[in-house]
């Protein structure tokens, strides 16, 4: 299964943009680009993913590199609502690949200060 | 609203008792996971079903066991065998197998050892 790297902490002052990057450099060509946040104590809250081109959500910007090895998360305003751990995770696109699971790393904690 | 429900929110197992945790989904999804995740790490699968009445091992499936009688449900038994089931317990589905659709979670179930 292709891991992803993540920086164990960052932290942003609020209304500030944040870019959380992500490698993934083994990653294959059916492989997704899927972030998700968490809480503590709260389930992985979706926020954006991507296969080749980059995306923008009402939540967040997702910048994938053109050789694909790497990704990065852009929050335009960081606000302490969005204080919580973030997950850069490859999904298989084979329905055969354990039925497309989640990959989880260790994510990076994203702490904001007002 | 739709979404997926997770119950109780805590659970205690005693010393060679079998628990199961429920988890409920009302959002038409086929493809349903049961995730395990421990303090400071990511989640790993323990379980997956692609359509009712088919579910496959994960990564993680020694001491647990589940069924998928309906499309909506899909109960995680924690088993006697499971010699450290002290853990944060997730459950997630998807409409699509592959890798293009997010994973939706519930907020939770924590299992601990009494």
């Known amino acids: 299964d292709a891991k992803t790297t993540q920086p164990n902490s960052m932290e942003s002052n609020e209304e500030e943009p944040v870019h959380l990057p992500c490698n993934h450099s083994t990653i294959s060509g059916t492989d997704y680009i899927h972030w998700y946040r968490q809480l503590p104590s709260q389930g992985p809250e979706y926020v954006i993913h991507g296969l080749t081109s980059n995306v923008n959500n009402r939540m967040a910007s997702l910048a994938i590199a053109e050789d694909r090895k790497s990704s990065t998360l852009i929050l335009h305003r960081a606000t302490l609502r969005d204080a919580a751990v973030y997950y850069c995770i490859l999904r298989s696109s084979h329905i055969y690949n354990q039925g497309g699971k989640l990959i989880f790393g260790q994510g990076t904690e994203l702490s904001v200060k007002p | 609203d739709g979404g997926i429900t997770q119950s109780p929110k805590y659970l205690f197992r005693k010393e060679g008792q079998n628990v199961t945790l429920s988890c409920e989904q009302n959002?038409?999804?086929?493809?349903m996971y049961w995730y395990r995740q421990d303090p400071g790490q990511g989640l790993r699968l323990i379980y997956y079903?692609?359509?009712?009445?088919?579910?496959q091992k994960g990564d993680i499936a020694e001491g647990y066991s589940v069924s998928r009688e309906k499309k909506e449900s899909f109960p995680l038994t924690v088993t006697s065998a499971q010699k450290n089931p002290t853990a944060f317990y997730l459950c997630a589905s998807t409409v699509d197998r592959g890798g293009n659709q997010p994973q939706h979670f519930g907020d939770g179930t924590r299992l601990s050892i009494l």
């Open positions: 079903s692609q359509i009712v009445n088919d579910f």
């Open positions: 959002l038409n999804h086929d493809a």
